[in-house]
């Protein structure tokens, strides 16, 4: 019989920007609240609507160009957004 001890298992999630699975701790949580707001969620427990995106320039590239993060979270998103995500992948992922 094959089991799986807890320590073993992943909580994955997909990558917005490139549509794979990718273990959680791994991904930027991006979320929109009821409020409507937009924000980088550092716990990745906030309520509200969440996507992941993978911490490298080249995935913010193609989810601006996909517009995937707008699709994820069912809203428009500030060009604005893009910045914050710039500077928080190089501060805290790079």
Known sequence: MNTMKNSDHLN???DVSSN????KQNLIRIVKNKDGQIFVDPTKKANGRGVYIAPTREALERVKKTNALAKGLKVKIDPQFYAILEKEIAENWD
């Open 12 to 14: 994955l999630r997909k």
């Open 20 to 23: 794979t699975m990718v273990p």
